[in-house]
């Protein structure tokens, strides 16, 4: 909603009649929001947004059993619709009601946003989400990011984790552009024919009976066909203690506020992800950029062992990051069974992004979280 605007009002039963998954509504007090948008992304689940349908939600939002974040009480305005009219009659919604201003000043400023309201074109996805105060904002939306993250300096960190329900356009250049971009099912097409051909190429080699462990110049021992099992369970592991590592270590980085660049690159990374965590385009590695880490992956472990164990070890840890890419999707769009594993890996996650950034580092599985103490407190919806 247009903050040039007054609100638009509408009645107990006009609100009442929101309560679809095509169209729902919920009141936070006298506060109408269309959460529709918002089903599919919930930590709780879609059902549990679609039971309040049409009822006040200020008491789910204060808890128990959870008590809704700063972040997430801001991500709700951005779906704000109007007020709720309690002493109106009428079954229609009234129409939109201009506020009178007394200051000439205030009236030239009033006119102005409408303009370039006016002016945006209705179907630019950066007219979507009226929670951005484009005026006001640290960073220009109408331009890419990329190159203005940087200035923020201090203000960045804190600016990061308040997340928006809106795309981010990082560079200018349509190329580079589209290659920040990638449809989750671009992961599995491009790397499982390569996790089946190197899970079969493993399996034959061991099953030749030639591959021994040299243990001394005189003594070796033969590793038997059904070892790529294990060795393929130990890569899984090992990608997942990676998994950990890369996001709290990598990813979750506190650049230099005077670092220009570290900024940056943090932004490009994962900032980007935390600022706009439902942007599906940029939920999963691109296979260019994952190729780099996938490939050193590949060259430790195969100078580290013996050529036949290193690929078994590597093909396990390439099945994991595949599993972890299309789970990190799942739990940003995906609607789990209440109780089940998915559930609570969802609710955790999205309390990752809202509330807890500098803890719930596991995506897969919080088994890391335990010995580096970094486990988000237990919390039930």
Not at 21 to 42: E, I
Not at 163 to 181: C, Q, W, Y
Request: net charge neutral; aromatic share 14%.
């Amino acid at each position: 909603m247009s903050p040039s605007t007054s609100p638009r009002f509408f009645t107990e039963r006009e609100v009442a009649r929101h309560s679809t998954p095509d169209s729902c509504w919920v009141l936070l007090g006298t506060r109408v929001y269309d959460v529709t948008a918002f089903l599919r992304m919930h930590p709780g689940g879609e059902a549990l947004i679609r039971s309040r349908s049409g009822k006040d939600v200020s008491r789910e939002m204060e808890g128990p059993p959870h008590r809704h974040s700063e972040n997430a009480r801001r991500w709700m305005e951005q779906y704000y619709i109007g007020e709720l009219d309690r002493d109106s009659g009428a079954e229609e919604a009234q129409t939109l009601r201009e506020r009178r201003q007394t200051s000439d000043q205030t009236d030239g400023k009033t006119a102005e946003k409408m303009k370039l309201d006016e002016d945006e074109d209705e179907n630019s996805p950066y007219s979507r989400c009226s929670s951005v105060d484009l005026d006001k904002d640290l960073v220009d939306w109408r331009k890419p990011l990329a190159w203005q993250v940087g200035h923020l300096g201090e203000k960045y960190d804190a600016w990061v984790h308040q997340p928006v329900d809106r795309p981010i356009r990082l560079f200018g250049n349509p190329f580079m552009e589209a290659s920040t971009k990638t449809s989750w099912y671009w992961v599995p097409v491009v790397w499982l024919p390569v996790v089946f051909y190197l899970s079969w190429y493993c399996f034959t080699t061991l099953a030749k009976g030639t591959t021994r462990i040299d243990l001394t110049s005189d003594v070796s021992i033969p590793v038997h066909k059904y070892m790529f099992v294990p060795l393929f369970l130990l890569g899984w592991f090992l990608w997942s203690f990676i998994e950990y590592c890369i996001h709290r270590f990598v990813f979750h980085m506190k650049p230099p506020a005077h670092n220009y660049y570290l900024i940056m690159l943090h932004f490009l990374l994962h900032g980007q992800h935390h600022k706009s965590p439902f942007d599906g385009s940029r939920l999963v590695f691109p296979p260019g950029i994952a190729s780099i880490v996938v490939g050193s992956f590949y060259m430790i472990l195969c100078k580290t062992l013996p050529e036949i164990l290193g690929v078994s070890v590597f093909v396990g840890g390439l099945c994991g990051y595949v599993v972890y890419d299309m789970i990190h999707y799942y739990l940003h769009y995906g609607s789990p069974k209440r109780g089940s594993y998915m559930y609570g890996l969802k609710a955790y996650h999205v309390k990752h992004h809202f509330e807890h950034q500098r803890a719930g580092f596991g995506i897969t599985t919080t088994f890391w979280d335990h010995p580096f103490d970094t486990v988000i407190p237990d919390e039930k919806f």
